[in-house]
Every structure is written in structure tokens, then in C-alpha cells.
């Protein structure tokens, strides 16, 4: 069997850098096209799995050293072109539309569906529309005043160029009136004083209820009588078959009575349309051409089409897509839930980490066209999937690596005093350290015989011999804080980072706890908004700074 060691190594050095962790499930499958053969994967097993564990103790700059070794193993797949799919029925007069409910601001799982429509707008160089789907709601979800300008923002900050100016479907309610109105005199809907319970038995029935068989003489003088009606008393239901396999499809609610107050409209109105109403009257009136939308939507769609068939309207080109969820992220994203969290104060605000909204991430240092990238990835997938945040992260990574500069974080820091630092070494006070593997400029970071390492670090390499990172190597004490300068020019033992001039320094993790640590102090040269590495840590955005005390928010390895 051929030797693949070098291979190995490469992809592995590769699969660390990518994405902050070499996976043997990874580098196996690269091989065959260097000759492996299927009867050998068992033999070259553990070769991989041992070089995978050397691989993932080595710290970043060793990692970027080596793989500039080994990169020649590597063989050179074609760059594929994520370009998303033709569209039916495409023109020159192509309208789409973006639909967001205004309960909370943007996060990473709504944005995609969003960011589809968006970007397919901008390939056929067609009108894209931004409609607040600002219904009145449910009890459990209920837009929100300052969701409006945060979903604008998110969208700016996006680059998603629709029409202005924005419209609102809680302006439009008399237009959605007058069309309740053509359906009752077209005999195609009703007002329906009956209560839920009796409802579900009908339907499960398939039995018409009483109401429904009123004269449409009748229907217009309830539907008037509806406006001054109590709230839960009377909705207008839409006549579909009783015999319809879907009982959900079944005599469906167009209208119903809340009294609760609306952020923009306030108490002017009391009877609101459902969400597919609005949407069969707007997506025509708008002319709209191409809706993109996912799976959850599907019955909507069906009845969006009832309502087009009725009034002889021709039909959007209307396309689902499947749901995605998000590996990798402990919490679920949802802006109900999000919304619950920042009333009570347990999240920050609407840019908490924890919200995955598009102003969280932005804050994180994720590049707008990561994410446009990411979605673009996903593209039109039928079915509902899975994918690893580390994807997004991946994707970001490369965008913004080689603009960030490195510089040392020890987090728990623990003081170390260094003895016997020969003159020659000491009197020099400081050392030059590239700012990034492929950059020539370097920084000057000061040291003296006073060190801190990190508490981790010092309790896995005590009592062993290893290198301060671009400086000297040390032996570590196993109890007490002094560590001795060592002769040794071996650069092969285990790298550290460390400080000796202190800035404190916090990081804001997405889960939301802090980090709390030193940093060097070149760091105080930073402007806010820049995203830097912290060696062996990861990517981080310089947030502020108060009471010399250095704030950053994570963003990913």
C-alpha cells in the first residue's frame, strides 16, 4: 500500500484551520483521490487518527507553519460555484417580495428565506418589495414598534436594495375590507358566530355549519355588525369543501376581532385578516410574479390559490423551500422567544449574542457576505436539513483572516516570575512578533521576568519544559509560581501564549457568558468595529473600552 503520511498531514492541517479542528471522518474521504483503495481504509485507520490528535495540540501560528509545508500534498479541488438555479417563468418584469412579521429583529433562520427572494432579485435585476406582515397576530406573537426599524436595518446592513418606500399591510386594511366584501357578495365566504369547539366537531364531521347557509343579504348585514362586535364573537370564515382531505383547509378564518392595540395603527381598527388573506389580495395587487417561501407555508399557499381561482386572478409563481435548522447552536432561535427574554432582562437587547440576530452577528464580526454566502449555499433545497454553524463560520473565516491581526490572551491568568533570564535576553525588554503569518509587518510586545500564562495552560504543562510563543523556553514549576529560563533552543516543545505588560480585558461569548482574561498591551491601538485574532483563542470584534478595561465580542475560531 502506497504511504499516504504526508496527505494525512496535509489534510489535516488543512481541516484545523478551516474550521478550529481536524475531523478524521474529514481526511478519509480526500485520499481515494490519491489512490487509496476501499480495502485498505481499515489499515490506514489509525494513522489518521493518530496524526488527527497530534494535529489538533498544535497551536495556530505551528498549524499555519506546517501547513505551508505540507500544502503541496494537497490536491487542488475546482472552487465550486454555489450559483443558485433558474427560476420558472422568468421575464423582465420579474417582482418578489420579502414578507417579515414585525415581532423582533432578524436572526439567522428567518433571514435565509428573506435573503432568497433578495437575492434572486437582484440576478434578474427585478423590483424586490419589503411588506411588514404587521397583522394584528396571535396573544403568543405580536409585532413589536421597534422590530420595524430593526428589520430595515438588518436588511441595509445586508445590502438588500426593495423598493421605497416600505409598505405596511396595517395601512392597507381597508383594502383588505373591500375585498372581504366581493367575497360575501360572490356567495364565498360568511360570518360565523359559532364557537371553536363546535367548529372542530363539524369539520371532523365534514358537516357545514348553520351560519354558512345564510343569504348573502344576510352575511353583508353580520359581516357590517361584525366591526361593533365583541372580541372571539364572530369571525368570516371562507367557504371551501367540508369535504377537503386537510381538515385545517376546511372553512378557514379570513377575519377576526382583537382589540388588542396595534404599534402603529393603535385602536383604529378591531378586525383584522389572517396572514394568507392579506397575502392573496397584496401579491396580486402588487403584481407580484415569484414567492419564495418555506414548506411551514404550505396550506397557505393552498388557500392563497383558492382565493386567486375565485376572483379568475392568474397565479405568482410560488416556490417552498425546506426549513433549516442550525446545528451547532445550543439555543432555540426564535424572535417570540427572544422578545420574552429581553422584556424580562435576561438577554441584553435585541443585539445580544444569544438572540442570533443579524445585529448580533454583526457585532460578532460576521461579515454581511458570509452570511449571503452561507444562504446562497443552502440555496433551493426541497428538504428540510441540518446544517453546521461552522459552515457561516468557515465561510467568514476566509473573509476576514487574512485582515485580522494576531495578538496574545490569556484567559484565568496566572503569574509566573521567570528566573535566571539571562542579561543579554532581558535588557532587550521587548520582542518583535509578526502581526500575521503572511504579513511582513511586525509588533513590538514588551516583557520582563513577570509572566502570565493561562491557568489551563499551566495546569497541563507544570513541572514540564516549554516555549514562551516567539520568545524562550521555560520549565514550569508544579506548585509554586516561579518558572526557570532554560538554554535550550529546542522549538519543538508546546508554545504558550503569554503577557507581561497587562491590559484586562473581556470577551462576550455567544452564549452569553464572559470571559475574563489579559491581553498585551498592543491592543490598546485597536479601533473600535476591528476584528483581530486572539492566538490559540479565536476571532474577536474590539467592541469599546471603559475604565481601561478592553471589551470584545467572539466571533468563531
Not at 372581504?180 to 356567495?187: C, D, H, Q, S, V
Not at 419564495?292 to 399557499?301: S, Y
Not at 504543562?461 to 529546542?490: C, Q
Request: charged share 30%; aromatic share 10%.
Amino acid at each position: 500500500m502506497k504511504d499516504f503520511s504526508k496527505e494525512i498531514k496535509a489534510y489535516a492541517l488543512k481541516n484545523a484551520l478551516e474550521f478550529g479542528k481536524a475531523d478524521q471522518k474529514r481526511i478519509l474521504p480526500k485520499l481515494f483521490q490519491h489512490g487509496l483503495e476501499k480495502e485498505n481504509i481499515k489499515t490506514i485507520a489509525p494513522l489518521i487518527t493518530k496524526t488527527v490528535k497530534e494535529i489538533n495540540k498544535l497551536p495556530k501560528p505551528e498549524l499555519e507553519k506546517e501547513f505551508r509545508s505540507f500544502a503541496q500534498y494537497i490536491k487542488e479541488e475546482k472552487e465550486q460555484k454555489h450559483e443558485l438555479p433558474e427560476l420558472p417563468n422568468p421575464s423582465k418584469n420579474m417582482v418578489f417580495r420579502m414578507a417579515p412579521y414585525p415581532s423582533g429583529a432578524l436572526h439567522i433562520g428567518n433571514a435565509k428565506t428573506y435573503l432568497l427572494n433578495a437575492l434572486y432579485a437582484e440576478r434578474y435585476n427585478a423590483k424586490l418589495l419589503l411588506i411588514m406582515d404587521d397583522t394584528i397576530g396571535s396573544e403568543e406573537k405580536q409585532p413589536i414598534a421597534e422590530s420595524y426599524s430593526l428589520i430595515e436595518e438588518g436588511f441595509q446592513w445586508l445590502s438588500v436594495n426593495y423598493e421605497k418606500p416600505v409598505i405596511y399591510k396595517s395601512d392597507r386594511l381597508e383594502i383588505y375590507y373591500e375585498y372581504a366584501e366581493k367575497l360575501i357578495e360572490k356567495g364565498a365566504a360568511y360570518v360565523c358566530h359559532c364557537s371553536q369547539e363546535k367548529l372542530r366537531k363539524n369539520r371532523a364531521m365534514r358537516k357545514e355549519c348553520e351560519c354558512r347557509s345564510l343569504s348573502i343579504e344576510e352575511q353583508k348585514n353580520r359581516w357590517k355588525k361584525m366591526f361593533n362586535e365583541k372580541e372571539g364573537e364572530a369571525v368570516l370564515r371562507i367557504k371551501t369543501s367540508m369535504q377537503h382531505p386537510n381538515p385545517a383547509f376546511r372553512d378557514r378564518v379570513l377575519f377576526k376581532i382583537s382589540d388588542r392595540p396595534h404599534p402603529r395603527t393603535f385602536k383604529k381598527y378591531r378586525v383584522w385578516p389572517t396572514l394568507e388573506m392579506s397575502w392573496a389580495i397584496d401579491d396580486h395587487l402588487l403584481g407580484v410574479t415569484h414567492i419564495i417561501r418555506g414548506n411551514d407555508l404550505m396550506i397557505e399557499t393552498e388557500m392563497e390559490k383558492f382565493i386567486w381561482d375565485l376572483f379568475k386572478w392568474p397565479h405568482p409563481v410560488t416556490i417552498h423551500v425546506g426549513l433549516v435548522t442550525i446545528k451547532g447552536i445550543e439555543a432555540k432561535i426564535s424572535k417570540s422567544k427572544a422578545q420574552k427574554e429581553i422584556k424580562s432582562g435576561e438577554f441584553g437587547g435585541w443585539d445580544d449574542p444569544r438572540t442570533w440576530s443579524l445585529q448580533s452577528l454583526r457585532r460578532r464580526g460576521i461579515k454581511p457576505e458570509a452570511i449571503k454566502q452561507f444562504v446562497k449555499e443552502i440555496g433551493l433545497n426541497k428538504n428540510d436539513i441540518t446544517i453546521p454553524i461552522d459552515s457561516l463560520y468557515s465561510i467568514n473565516r476566509k473573509l476576514i483572516d487574512l485582515e485580522a491581526n494576531r495578538y496574545f490572551f490569556v484567559e484565568e491568568p496566572m503569574e509566573i516570575k521567570v528566573k535566571n533570564i539571562p542579561a543579554s535576553i532581558k535588557n532587550l525588554k521587548e520582542v518583535e512578533i509578526p502581526i500575521h503569518p503572511d504579513k511582513k509587518e511586525t509588533r513590538k510586545v514588551k516583557f520582563s521576568d513577570n509572566f502570565y500564562l493561562s491557568k489551563k495552560d499551566f495546569q497541563e504543562y507544570k513541572g514540564k519544559e516549554v516555549r514562551l510563543l516567539h520568545l524562550f523556553n521555560i520549565s514550569l514549576p508544579l506548585k509554586e509560581n516561579s518558572a526557570y529560563f532554560t538554554s535550550s533552543e529546542n522549538k519543538e516543545l508546546p508554545k504558550l501564549q503569554w503577557v507581561s505588560s497587562p491590559i484586562e480585558t473581556e470577551i462576550l461569548m455567544p452564549d452569553g457568558k464572559k470571559i475574563f482574561g489579559f491581553s498585551e498591551k498592543a491592543i490598546q491601538n485597536l479601533k473600535p468595529d476591528e476584528v483581530i485574532q486572539f492566538e490559540r483563542f479565536g476571532f474577536c470584534r474590539f467592541d469599546s473600552q471603559k475604565n481601561k478595561k478592553y471589551f470584545f465580542w467572539f466571533a468563531h475560531k
